[in-house]
């Protein structure tokens, strides 16, 4: 087996690397039903996995619904288990209990190799030695298909991933952001239907990192396969995935679309994860149509939840959900409204953030397009306002937030 490229966690933690990527057998190549552009991503089912360490357990009761040709992103901080729980959909980590099947087929006992699975990680593990089309050609070899099909297979993953320029070279040759689309051209050669990818972006700067995410968008839509996707980035998750499943200590905690997660988070942990938020912490009781949050401080109105009195909840309101109050924007009858006083003003370009200290002491914080005009200054007494069910009501174990200090740290 030729040496790998990268760090020591390539060559050994992911040892099966090399193999899943480059090693099959003839009788599971797929080069004959699956041609680029046809629909022909593989459905992943996950249910009640469960990884479990010496003194923590890594992946605690993880069961997930991927159809096929979905582009499924794990979001998470450092240490959530995004990464242990796609080894296990690759074959280089065992589960200890639950199950894994793909396109309908329980994978758990298949090997690695020959689950068929397109895999990329964040170092590049391209083979130093080999040129661009070596590496590209390497699984197809393994695969022992022949030499013009090889040839026409090279020319179009290159071509896919427009690196086609660069056959020759070899991969210190190349700039990072190159490395990665040679490795990602490497785990698509031999049509796999279900692509995984664990943070292939992390050590590209920022802009090449954009322009790779919609380059990673194009593809999957060109391919058609299932594309999962790791990333603790919460941009990345929302710019790439048609679904997000937000993993926190082991669990994966919501799975929605974007919108969902932003405009309907279920926990305060995707609340404070997803964008930024405004919480409220206080006992919930029903009244009527609203349900109410009340602290020593104030009583904010929110949509209705169930009828029991909870003693923690937490009431979230979006930056952008919030309005300063000014001539010709006032409240409704029925918005919640605060005082306080402009602690800065940030501007965006196109939209300003107004960080508010309320008069209890807590901050809030209003995102407002700077098309709305001139807004208060930093000093000047404000009233802050929104309506209800422009907030979210969390109650009881879903109101049970992260440590953010800890958040912070985490996740850069
Ligand atoms: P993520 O990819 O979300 O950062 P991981 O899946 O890598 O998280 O890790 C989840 C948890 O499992 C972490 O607490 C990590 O320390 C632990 N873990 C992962 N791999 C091992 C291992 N081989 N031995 C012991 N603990 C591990
Ligand atoms: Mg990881």
Redesign the pocket.
């Known amino acids: 087996m030729p040496t790998v490229d990268g760090s020591a966690k390539v060559g050994t933690?992911q040892g099966g690397l090399a193999e899943s990527v480059v090693t099959s057998h003839p009788e599971n190549t797929q080069m004959t039903d699956s041609t680029r552009g046809a629909a022909v991503g593989a459905p992943v089912c996950l249910t009640g996995l469960i990884k479990r360490?010496?003194d923590?357990v890594?992946?605690d009761d993880v069961s997930l619904d991927i159809p096929a040709g979905e582009f499924v992103t794990f979001l998470?901080?450092?240490?959530?288990?995004?990464?242990?729980?796609l080894?296990m959909i690759a074959g280089f980590t065992e589960a200890d209990e639950g199950q894994i099947e793909l396109d309908g087929n329980t994978i758990d006992k298949v090997p690695a190799h020959k689950r068929n699975i397109g895999v990329v990680f964040q170092h590049y593990a391209l083979f130093p030695h080999m040129t661009v089309e070596d590496n590209v050609a390497f699984p197809l070899k393994r695969r022992r298909v022949p030499k013009p099909e090889r040839t026409s297979r090279i020319a179009e993953v290159l071509d896919l991933v427009r690196m086609s320029d660069y056959a020759k070279r070899l991969p210190r040759q190349l700039s990072g952001g190159q490395q990665q689309r040679v490795a990602l051209a490497r785990a698509l050669v031999f049509n796999p239907r279900l692509l995984l990818m664990?943070e292939p972006l992390g050590a590209l700067d920022k802009k090449l990192r954009e322009w790779l995410q919609l380059e990673f968008k194009r593809i999957h839509q060109e391919l058609g396969i299932t594309f999962v996707y790791?990333t603790?980035d919460q941009e990345e998750a929302l710019v790439l995935s048609d679904r997000i499943a937000v993993?926190n200590h082991?669990k994966i905690e919501q799975v929605g679309t974007a919108t969902d997660l932003y405009e309907r988070p279920e926990t305060l942990f995707v609340a404070e994860f997803i964008g930024e938020s405004n919480c409220f912490k206080g006992r919930y009781r029903k009244d009527g149509e609203h349900g109410i949050l009340e602290s020593e401080q104030f009583e904010l109105r929110g949509p209705a939840g169930s009828d029991a009195e909870t003693p923690d909840a937490v009431l979230v309101v979006r930056p952008e959900r919030v309005s300063i109050r000014r001539e010709g924007v006032n409240p409704s009858n029925g918005a919640n409204v605060l005082r306080g006083t402009v602690k800065q003003v940030i501007y965006l370009g196109s939209a300003r953030k107004t960080e508010v200290v309320l008069s209890d002491g807590r901050e809030l914080v209003v995102r407002e397009s700077a098309s709305v005009g001139e807004g208060p200054e930093a000093g000047q007494p404000v009233e802050v306002f929104w309506e209800p069910e422009d907030s979210v009501l969390l109650r009881g174990s879903a109101a049970r937030g992260p440590d953010l200090a800890q958040l912070a740290n985490e996740v850069k």
Do not use: I, Q, R, W
């Open positions: 933690e360490y010496e923590s890594a992946v998470g901080p450092s240490g959530s288990g995004k990464t242990t729980t080894n664990d790791v603790h993993f082991g």
